[in-house]
T-cell receptor, first 116, second 116 residues
Framework: ETGVTQTPRHLVMGMTNKKSLKCEQH?????MYWYKQSAKKPLELMFV???????ENNSVPSRFSPECPNSSHLFLHLHTLQPEDSALYLC???????????????FGPGTRLTVL | AQTVTQSQPEMSVQEAETVTLSCTYD???????LFWYKQPPSRQMILVIR??????QNATENRFSVNFQKAAKSFSLKISDSQLGDAAMYFC?????????????FGTGTLLAVQP
C-alpha cells in the first residue's frame, strides 16, 4: 500500500528534543488527518485539514504542532513531549465533497513514537 | 455525541470457517457512513468495507459482508472462508454524512486470530 506514506516509521526522542513526522498522500485527495493510536484505546483524531486549512483541532496540547503546506503533505512537529505521548501516530487522507469513494479515509503505515 | 462499541475484544476462528464481528453504534443522525477497517500486525490500516446508511442493501466485498440493521444500530462484519491473512485487529468506524466534520469515530477494535 503506497497511497499514503509516513516517515519515519520509528522514532525515539527525549523530552527536550524537537522532531517532525511527515505524511505524504499520492491519491489526489483534498483532506488530511492526524490520529493517535494508544494501546487499549480507540483511535483519537488530533487534527483535520481540508484544502490545506485546519478545520479541526481535537483539544490537542500545543506541544503538537501540525503543518499542511499543500494538499499532498502534512507534518506533525513535536517538542517537549511527555512519556505518555508515546504511541502510534497515523496519517490519513480522503476526498471530500463528491466523487467516487468520497469521504473514505485511507491510512498510512504510521510512525511508532517512543518518548524517553 | 456519536459512539461506537465493539463488545468482543478478541475472537478466534478456524481456517476456512466463518466468523462474525459485532459492532453497535449510537447516533441521532439519519444519514451517515459505517466502515470496517483491518489493521494487521504490520500496522497499515486497510479499508475492508463501507456502508452508506441510506442503502438498505448490505455491502459485500468478496469474502467480507456486513449485516446492517439501521433500526437496531448494528453493523456486524462477516468473514467467510477465513484465511490466515485475515488475522488482524478489526475496527468499526462511524462518520456523519455531510455537515461540518470529516471526523471518523472508531470502536476499540476486535483482535481476530485465525487458527490453522
Amino acid at each position: 500500500e503506497t497511497g499514503v506514506t509516513q516517515t519515519p516509521r520509528h522514532l525515539v526522542m527525549g523530552m527536550t528534543n524537537k522532531k517532525s513526522l511527515k505524511c505524504e498522500q499520492h491519491l489526489g485527495h483534498n483532506a488530511m488527518y492526524w490520529y493517535k493510536q494508544s494501546a487499549k484505546k480507540p483511535l483519537e483524531l488530533m487534527f483535520v485539514y481540508n484544502f490545506k486549512e485546519q478545520t479541526e483541532n481535537n483539544s490537542v496540547p500545543s506541544r503538537f504542532s501540525p503543518e499542511c503546506p499543500n494538499s499532498s503533505h502534512l507534518f506533525l512537529h513535536l517538542h517537549t513531549l511527555q512519556p505518555e505521548d508515546s504511541a502510534l501516530y497515523l496519517c490519513a487522507s480522503s476526498q471530500e465533497g463528491g466523487g467516487p469513494s468520497t469521504d473514505t479515509q485511507y491510512f498510512g503505515p504510521g510512525t511508532r513514537l517512543t518518548v524517553l | 455525541a456519536q459512539t461506537v462499541t465493539q463488545s468482543q475484544p478478541e475472537m478466534s476462528v478456524q481456517e476456512a470457517e466463518t466468523v462474525t464481528l459485532s459492532c453497535t453504534y449510537d447516533t441521532s443522525e439519519s444519514d451517515y457512513y459505517l466502515f470496517w477497517y483491518k489493521q494487521p500486525p504490520s500496522r497499515q490500516m486497510i479499508l475492508v468495507i463501507r456502508q452508506e446508511a441510506y442503502k438498505q442493501q448490505n455491502a459485500t466485498e468478496n469474502r467480507f459482508s456486513v449485516n446492517f440493521q439501521k433500526a437496531a444500530k448494528s453493523f456486524s462484519l462477516k468473514i467467510s472462508d477465513s484465511q490466515l491473512g485475515d488475522a488482524a485487529m478489526y475496527f468499526c468506524a462511524y462518520r456523519s454524512d455531510g455537515g461540518a466534520t470529516n471526523k471518523l469515530i472508531f470502536g476499540t477494535g476486535t483482535l481476530l486470530a485465525v487458527q490453522p
